[in-house]
Structures are given as structure tokens and as C-alpha cells.
């Protein structure tokens, strides 16, 4: 009887519903942002109280969404990846009208080359080498005197370059880089009447390469002369 009884009340609803259990834990955060976990673990929990100073978490769940939290906990609550360092080289070139008697170094040989096919100056010279080593995310800025003073005069040219932020990544064919608002140029002196005014020339873009190439970006007339500057750029990712 009592049986038929149980068989009629399981059937028809109204059994007494089994009581949840919930739990109060606290979590210690190594890496994870308090506020980023406790959002995305909220609808595992009935309450969460959090520490960001602390880097702390208050839980109260019932106890059989305690596993899958502490699951969830430990996937997330992991170092970030390392920083990368990435060197930024810019090679500045002048291109002259007439043969240029100074060798080019080994490394530019193979840039000259191409420089020649495109354009039909007639030498090419190696004014300044800039390198900058920066994180990945961040900028970089550097500058430098082209041309040593004279014994007569203390007006120099001076190269300039600075980017916003420059970003590795990875496709098909393997790692390029990315720089944003790249600006690279010469503050080269003009003497008029006993008296010096500097012009800008240079290149601003956003460019991407491939590692370890070096790669044309730019030309820019220098003082309105047959003479130009060139930038070539290479980077590459430093372990």
C-alpha cells in the first residue's frame, strides 16, 4: 500500500523536492583579473564577492557547481604569454646623381640592386644607421647626426625616426611585423645670407614586413638638388 502510495505521488509531482546544498569557498588568484572571473563565472554562482586589490574571490554556489568553478578557475587563472622584443632597423640611404666612390655594406647589396632597377640614380651612399629595440605593442623614437660639423660650422643634418607601436603575428608563410605611423626623415640645414633654416624630408606610413627582410619604404628629394634619400627597413623578433 505504502508503495502505491510513493508510485502515486512520484507521478503525480508531488514529491518533496531534494534540498541544494551551497557552499562558501575562497579562491586565490595568481594572474587572473578578479573582475574579468567573477563576470564570467557568475552564472555558476548564486553570489560572488571579489578583491581586486586581493586578487580574491568569494564563491557561494551549490556544491555540485563547485568542481566545474574550480574547472573553470584553473584554465583561466594562468600567466600571460612573454612580451616579445622586437629591433627595428632603418637604414637610410642617399641617392646621388653621379657614381658614388664609398663601398656598401655586404648587408645593402642586395637593396642597391634593386634601387637601381627602379630608379636611375647613378650611386648610392649609406648615411645613417638607426635601431631601435622595443615590446611588442610599444613605440620607439631615435635620432642621430648625419653629417659630422665642419671646422667651420656647427650645422649638422639630423636623422629621425619614430613609430607608434610595432605588432608581430604569424601567417601562412611566416612572421611579419607590423608598424604603425612610421615616420622617418632628415632635418637637413640650408644656409641662405649667413643664415641656417632647417627642412623636413622623410616618409610617414604604416607598413608591414616580413622578418628579417629589408624592404624599400620610402624616397624623399633632400634639398631640391639631384639627390634623394632612401629608407630601408628590417625588423625582426629577438628571442
Known amino acids: 500500500m505504502k508503495k502505491a502510495i510513493l508510485i502515486l505521488?512520484?507521478?503525480?509531482?508531488?514529491?518533496?523536492?531534494?534540498?541544494?546544498?551551497?557552499?562558501?569557498?575562497?579562491?586565490?588568484?595568481?594572474?587572473?583579473?578578479?573582475?574579468?572571473l567573477a563576470n564570467l563565472l557568475g552564472p555558476y554562482s548564486r553570489h560572488i564577492n571579489l578583491s581586486a586589490p586581493?586578487?580574491?574571490?568569494?564563491?557561494?554556489?551549490?556544491?555540485?557547481?563547485?568542481?566545474?568553478?574550480?574547472?573553470?578557475?584553473?584554465?583561466?587563472?594562468?600567466?600571460?604569454?612573454?612580451?616579445?622584443?622586437?629591433?627595428?632597423?632603418?637604414?637610410?640611404?642617399?641617392?646621388?646623381?653621379?657614381p658614388s666612390a664609398g663601398a656598401m655594406p655586404p648587408e645593402l647589396e642586395g637593396v642597391v640592386k634593386q634601387l637601381k632597377g627602379m630608379f636611375s640614380y647613378k650611386g648610392y651612399q649609406l648615411i645613417d644607421t638607426l635601431a631601435i629595440r622595443t615590446r611588442a605593442g610599444q613605440g620607439g623614437e631615435a635620432?642621430?647626426?648625419v653629417d659630422k660639423p665642419s671646422a667651420k660650422s656647427d650645422v649638422k643634418t639630423i636623422s629621425q625616426i619614430k613609430f607608434r607601436s610595432v605588432s608581430p603575428s604569424t601567417?601562412?608563410?611566416?612572421?611579419?611585423?607590423?608598424?604603425?605611423?612610421?615616420?622617418?626623415?632628415?632635418r637637413v640645414?640650408?644656409?641662405?645670407?649667413?643664415?641656417?633654416?632647417?627642412?623636413?624630408?622623410?616618409?610617414?606610413?604604416?607598413?608591414?614586413?616580413r622578418e628579417g627582410q629589408k624592404v624599400v619604404v620610402g624616397k624623399a628629394?633632400?634639398?631640391?638638388?639631384?639627390?634623394?634619400?632612401?629608407?630601408?627597413l628590417s625588423a625582426k623578433v629577438l628571442d
Not at 601567417?171 to 632628415?186: H, N, P, T, W, Y
Not at 640645414?189 to 614586413?209: A, E, W
Not at 633632400?222 to 634619400?229: F, I, L, N, V
Open 171 to 186: 601567417d601562412e608563410k611566416g612572421s611579419v611585423i607590423r608598424i604603425d605611423q612610421l615616420k622617418v626623415g632628415l
Open 9 to 36: 505521488l512520484a507521478a503525480s509531482g508531488c514529491l518533496p523536492a531534494q534540498k541544494t546544498e551551497f557552499v562558501t569557498k575562497i579562491y586565490q588568484l595568481k594572474y587572473a583579473d578578479a573582475n574579468h
Open 54 to 98: 586581493l586578487h580574491a574571490l568569494t564563491i557561494d554556489a551549490n556544491k555540485e557547481s563547485i568542481p566545474e568553478i574550480e574547472e573553470m578557475i584553473r584554465r583561466f587563472d594562468v600567466p600571460p604569454p612573454p612580451v616579445k622584443n622586437i629591433e627595428v632597423t632603418i637604414y637610410l640611404l642617399s641617392a646621388l646623381g653621379q
Open 189 to 209: 640645414p640650408l644656409i641662405s645670407d649667413g643664415k641656417v633654416q632647417y627642412i623636413d624630408t622623410g616618409i610617414n606610413t604604416d607598413v608591414d614586413i
Open 143 to 145: 635620432s642621430g647626426v
Open 221 to 232: 628629394n633632400m634639398d631640391g638638388s639631384d639627390r634623394a634619400s632612401i629608407v630601408v
